[in-house]
């Protein structure tokens, strides 16, 4: 077989532009030379990512053509290791060599299209008359390829006549072996002992030495009859499907609740941030303590935390209070993006977030589990790291997207699916992956009933906008009437209008959400609207005009009482001051202040001045039982609220596709130009005087020339320029990478050669 260098050499442009199209992960970075991708291409690294995305009947083909090209050399009665010996020449292997071995159902046509793409994905090299497997594969199918152990030098006659003096016990312990691994141990003293020994004696089995002993290769072949490698089928198990109805409905309803939990998590941690740990995230405490908050359970609090910090809406940031050493410690903050989040529709900031769950690096169901170390697992931990996530998440869903809308699949079938589409990467627990995924896509709306919604479908097709948009048309119309009632609860029906939603927000508590969601008012909600600028009379007026029923007389006297009593004793600045009418009251101001440790001087009757700043001032009038209402210099109604915490995202969110993306073509036919330059320019001029002779004839025929071209940190790469004018020590050329003119010293071109026309 010819080296991968000059396989490289013999293939057109047009095949390798299809080697780096199906395995694009070649192309990072891009390898200046032929040379640079031929050692790209034998590394294990590369071999292995390409053979873990072959599906089954792939699988199967590759498995048979190093089978059927394996040349055994190790004599049966050798104690050999775990590695296979093979001769060094091993023999080229023919479509119905393979086809032959396969046994069906697999045509001799489909199994000549798997050698043919596998060929172009560069795994075996030559011809329809024979191939070999590329380097680095046999490493690449596992340490028991196809579950089959080292060849033992013995013809089928000799497998067949020592099989036939074999009794029930021994062919029991042989068929245990059959479908690999081929390895078991023996225990000393076992019951088993002498079949055992009589099977090594025969050369049925090969004694390791160890205490475990091996079925050799011949032995589990003909064992396993006419399909050695099993059933080799081209097309995938079929789907179970089952109708599922008002999928996007669901889905919308649950997208809605989604984006209400992110919006309540950014509103919590920029009033109250969460604690940091030393080694990074958040506690299990803290995150048991959001979810409480919340009404979610660890592994949708743990969820939602982690799509906020994959998409920018959250990071770690030093908070500066009482807390910790010289008054500050590290916690968990909104980022400044999250106030155009939190302003944005709600179509835009669920895409958002969802679209970030497709592709991020974490496994959020880690959290609150305990690690190697019997640690428990925290949210936005190194510990919740899964690199694979974002295949696993699209491969699962990707499965279901084969359905028609509103169809599901069940779990038996998709996982005989995933099986059959990366056998190699089906790793194990795949039930509980599924799991876990749709649990996940379920909780953020992008499944309902374990089928894909229209809005998912968008997103695996990282249409973003279009995912937006498909939830918007899935959402009920915006209501803007509520129903108040008697038990001091109001129910949005459905969505509300922007402007209502937001008037609720500030009067009254979210209770629950769901298809409805259920406010509750209290003395507290009702101080905080009139806090943000509401009056008694807008209240009575805002319930008036959006109550689908009479404002009940409860609701009424709740808001007229704490109205009554809200901005009776104002407080100002002197550094602050309160004022009031009732003498009495500013009396029970003074003693207040006084029992809290602050000093008032009475102006008047009606007023007194105190000099702590007035948020104090009126925090200890509250806790005290009093209601002030804080005012400016004006007269006009203050908000004490603190403005929610925002930082700048420092930590990079794990978030990101596990695997390369493809190139565009244009891209990879500028990086096979430039790999046949860099392997040409081992011929080209590379000595001073002849490299200025060959940009000087380029620059006046006004040619282009491939040049090597050192930096100033010694690195070398390869580019095409247009010469425009060589003098004095200097190039002036134009850069058809950039577009631009450069200007390159002429001692650093290590090479120059005319460019192909």
């Known amino acids: 077989m010819s080296s991968t260098l000059q396989w490289l050499r013999d293939r057109s442009n047009d095949e390798l532009a299809e080697l780096l199209a199906a395995r694009p992960d070649l192309l990072l970075p891009a390898p200046p030379d032929l040379a640079a991708l031929a050692r790209r291409m034998d590394g294990s690294a590369t071999v292995r990512r390409a053979v873990g995305q072959l ?14 090209g394996d040349v055994p050399t190790v004599e049966y009665d050798a104690v050999p290791g775990d590695s296979d010996s093979t001769s060094p020449s091993a023999q080229a292997v023919s479509a119905a060599d393979v086809h032959r071995l396969l046994g069906g159902p697999a045509t001799r046509d489909e199994v000549e299209a798997a050698l043919t793409r596998l060929h172009v994905q560069g795994l075996i090299r030559g011809d329809a008359s024979g191939y070999l497997p590329a380097p680095a594969v046999r490493e690449a199918l596992g340490r028991y390829p196809a579950g089959l152990g080292i060849a033992a030098g013995l013809s089928r006659e000799e497998v067949a006549h020592a099989l036939a003096g074999v009794g029930e016990a021994g062919l029991g312990i042989l068929r245990r072996l059959v479908p690999g691994p081929p390895v078991g141990s023996v225990e000393a003293g076992s019951r088993h002992g002498d079949t055992i020994a009589s099977l090594v004696a025969a050369r049925l089995l090969v004694d390791r030495g160890d205490g475990t002993v091996m079925l050799p290769r011949e032995v589990a072949l003909e064992l396993r009859g006419e399909r050695p490698l099993g059933p080799a089928d081209p097309n995938p198990p079929l789907l179970d499907a089952t109708p599922v109805e008002d999928v996007d409905g669901t889905a919308a309803g649950q997208a809605l609740a989604c984006h209400a939990h992110t919006v309540a998590l950014l509103e919590i941690l920029g009033n109250e941030p969460a604690p940091a740990l030393k080694t990074g995230g958040i506690g299990i405490v803290a995150v048991r303590g959001l979810g409480k908050r919340l009404d979610l359970d660890v592994h949708a609090t743990a969820l939602y935390l982690d799509v906020l910090h994959g998409a920018g809406l959250i990071a770690p940031a030093v908070i500066r209070d009482h807390r910790g050493p010289r008054g500050e410690h590290a916690g968990w903050v909104p980022t400044q993006a999250a106030d155009t989040y939190l302003a944005g529709a709600e179509p835009a900031g669920w895409a958002l977030v969802a679209g970030t769950w497709l592709d991020m690096r974490r496994n959020p169901a880690q959290v609150g589990r305990r690690d190697a170390a019997d640690k428990i697992i925290g949210a936005l931990s190194v510990q919740s790291d899964w690199r694979g996530g974002p295949d696993t998440r699209r491969r699962i869903l990707t499965e279901i997207a084969t359905l028609e809308p509103g169809f599901a699949a069940t779990q038996a079938s998709l996982m005989r699916r995933l099986a059959y589409r990366s056998p190699l990467q089906h790793g ?10 749709l649990a996940e896509a379920t909780e953020l709306g992008i499944v309902a009933f374990d089928a894909l919604s229209t809005a998912g479908r968008a997103l695996l097709g990282d249409d973003i906008e279009g995912a937006a948009a498909a939830l918007d048309r899935a ?10 009632q008697a038990d001091l609860t109001l129910i949005a029906p459905g969505r509300l209008t922007a402007g209502l ?8 508590d979210v209770e629950s959400t769901g298809s409805a969601t259920v406010y509750r008012l209290s003395e507290q909600s009702i101080r905080r609207a009139l806090d943000a600028g509401f009056t008694g009379a807008s209240l009575h007026a805002l319930l008036a005009a959006h109550s689908a029923t009479p404002v009940p007389q409860s609701v009424t006297y709740l808001i007229d009482d704490v109205a009554r ?3 009776v004793l104002r407080a100002g600045s002197a550094e602050a001051f309160m004022h009031s009418e009732d003498t009495g009251l500013i009396a029970q101001g003074i003693a207040a202040a006084a029992a809290a440790g602050i000093r008032m001087r009475s102006l008047a009757p009606t007023v007194a001045v105190s000099q702590v700043d007035l948020t104090t001032l009126v925090e200890a009038l509250r806790a005290a039982g009093l209601a002030p209402a804080a005012e400016d210099a004006s007269g006009t109604i203050l908000d004490l609220r603190p403005a929610p915490r925002r930082t700048r995202i420092t930590v990079p969110p794990r978030i990101g596709p596990a695997a390369p993306t493809a190139p565009s073509r244009d891209q990879v036919e500028s990086v096979i130009r430039r790999m046949r330059a860099g392997d040409e320019s081992r011929g ?12 000087r004839e380029a620059a006046k025929a006004r040619r282009s020339v491939w040049i090597g071209y050192a930096d100033a940190e010694g690195g070398t790469s390869t580019r095409m320029v247009d010469p425009i004018v060589v003098s004095g020590g200097t190039m002036v050329a134009l850069d058809r990478l950039r577009q631009t003119p450069r200007t390159f010293t002429i001692h650093r071109i290590s090479s120059a050669s005319p460019a192909e026309t």
């Open 428 to 437: 194990a627990g795949p039930a509980a992956q599924i799991d876990t995924v």
């Open 55 to 68: 599906d089954a009947f792939g699988v199967q083909v590759l498995q048979a053509v190093w089978l059927l």
């Open 475 to 484: 959402l009920p119309d915006p209501v803007d009437t509520v129903l108040v």
């Open 501 to 508: 939603a937001a008037a609720l927000a500030e009067l009254a």
């Open 684 to 695: 080209a001029a590379s000595d001073p005087g002849s490299i200025i002779a060959v940009l």
């Open 565 to 567: 009593r809200h901005g």
